[in-house]
C-alpha cells in the first residue's frame, strides 16, 4: 500500500525524457498520489515495457485505473485512445483532473466497473483518499457508496465503446468478473495483462483457450501475479 501524507502543492510533475506527466493533487487532504507517481517506473516494470509497444494509433483500456497511472502514461507517452474505468470516486475525480492537466484529448474516464453484468450495486472502500487501494465491487461495508457495473461486452457489441486492441485489468480480486464479462472482446485484441489472484488460476486457461499464448508471468505479492498475453490468432 503506498504511504498516505499530505503535500503542499496544486500538482505533481513526473519527467520521462522530453515530455512530462501531470498529476493534481487535493492540498486539502493526505493523499497516496506523490507515492504513486514516484513509483511508476519501479513497481511494475513490466506493465511499463509492455504500453511501451503499443502502437499510437491503439486503443488501450485501462480498468481498475485509479488515478490512471498507466492511463496517463499511455496517453502521454505513446499518445493512442485511452478508455480508462475506475469506480472509487476520490481516485476518479483525481483521474479527471490529472486528465485536463495534461490537455489529454484522446484519455476518457468513467466511473464505473466493468463486470459480468448491468447492475447498481456498490462499492466497499478504504477511505476516499485519492489512490486507495483493495477496493471491493459488490459489497458493503463499514464505508462504501454506489457502483454502476457493466460488462465489456456488452459495451463493446452495442459499439457504446470501440474494440480495444490493448486490455490491462487490476480490479482487486473482481478480476473473474471482469473477465467472464470480457470473454467476446478479448478475441479481438493484441494483447492483455492481467492481474490475477491465485484463487482465479483458473482463468489463465480460459484465456488461453481463446487463442492467446502466456508470453509472461509476474509476481505482485503471494497472491497475485500479472500475467501478459499475446494474441496469436
Same mark, same amino acid.
Given at each position: 500500500?503506498?504511504?498516505?501524507?499530505?503535500?503542499?502543492?496544486?500538482?505533481?510533475?513526473?519527467?520521462?525524457?522530453?515530455?512530462?506527466?501531470?498529476?493534481?493533487?487535493?492540498?486539502?487532504?493526505?493523499?497516496?498520489?506523490?507515492?504513486?507517481?514516484?513509483?511508476?517506473?519501479?513497481?511494475?516494470?513490466?506493465?511499463?515495457?509492455?504500453?511501451?509497444?503499443?502502437?499510437?494509433?491503439?486503443?488501450?483500456?485501462?480498468?481498475?485505473?485509479?488515478?490512471?497511472?498507466?492511463?496517463?502514461?499511455?496517453?502521454?507517452?505513446?499518445?493512442?485512445?485511452?478508455?480508462?474505468?475506475?469506480?472509487?470516486?476520490?481516485?476518479?475525480?483525481?483521474?479527471?483532473?490529472?486528465?485536463?492537466?495534461?490537455?489529454?484529448?484522446?484519455?476518457?474516464?468513467?466511473?464505473?466497473? +466493468?463486470?459480468?453484468? /448491468? %447492475?447498481?450495486?456498490?462499492?466497499? @472502500?478504504?477511505?476516499?483518499?485519492?489512490? &486507495?487501494?483493495? #477496493?471491493?465491487?459488490?459489497?458493503?461495508?463499514?464505508?462504501?457508496?454506489?457502483?454502476?457495473?457493466?460488462?465489456?461486452?456488452?459495451?463493446?457489441?452495442?459499439?457504446?465503446?470501440?474494440?480495444?486492441?490493448? +486490455?490491462?485489468?487490476? /480490479? %482487486?480480486?473482481?478480476?473473474?468478473? @471482469?473477465?467472464?464479462?470480457?470473454?467476446? &472482446?478479448?478475441? #479481438?485484441?493484441?494483447?492483455?495483462?492481467?492481474?490475477?489472484?491465485?484463487?482465479?488460476?483458473?482463468?489463465?486457461?480460459?484465456?488461453?483457450?481463446?487463442?492467446?499464448?502466456?508470453?509472461?508471468?509476474?509476481?505482485?505479492?503471494?497472491?497475485?501475479?500479472?500475467?501478459?498475453?499475446?494474441?496469436?490468432?
Amino acid at each position: 500500500m503506498p504511504k498516505l501524507k499530505f503535500y503542499d502543492s496544486e500538482s505533481f510533475s513526473f519527467p520521462i525524457g522530453n515530455k512530462k506527466i501531470i498529476f493534481a493533487n487535493n492540498k486539502g487532504q493526505q493523499t497516496y498520489i506523490k507515492n504513486r507517481m514516484d513509483r511508476m517506473l519501479t513497481k511494475e516494470p513490466e506493465t511499463i515495457k509492455w504500453i511501451n509497444n503499443f502502437e499510437t494509433d491503439s486503443v488501450f483500456f485501462d480498468i481498475g485505473a485509479n488515478i490512471g497511472i498507466y492511463s496517463l502514461y499511455s496517453s502521454v507517452i505513446k499518445g493512442n485512445t485511452v478508455y480508462a474505468f475506475e469506480p472509487h470516486a476520490s481516485s476518479y475525480k483525481n483521474l479527471l483532473d490529472s486528465i485536463n492537466l495534461n490537455n489529454l484529448t484522446k484519455c476518457h474516464a468513467y466511473s464505473i466497473a +466493468i463486470s459480468d453484468k /448491468v %447492475d447498481l450495486s456498490t462499492i466497499n @472502500v478504504k477511505n476516499m483518499h485519492e489512490g &486507495v487501494a483493495d #477496493n471491493k465491487v459488490g459489497e458493503q461495508g463499514e464505508y462504501y457508496h454506489g457502483c454502476t457495473q457493466m460488462p465489456l461486452n456488452f459495451l463493446v457489441e452495442r459499439k457504446i465503446l470501440p474494440q480495444p486492441d490493448y +486490455i490491462k485489468i487490476d /480490479v %482487486d480480486g473482481f478480476e473473474d468478473k @471482469v473477465i467472464e464479462g470480457s470473454m467476446q &472482446v478479448f478475441r #479481438n485484441c493484441k494483447g492483455l495483462l492481467v492481474e490475477i489472484e491465485n484463487k482465479h488460476i483458473n482463468y489463465v486457461d480460459m484465456i488461453c483457450a481463446l487463442g492467446f499464448k502466456l508470453e509472461s508471468k509476474h509476481k505482485r505479492n503471494e497472491e497475485e501475479h500479472n500475467y501478459i498475453f499475446v494474441n496469436e490468432n
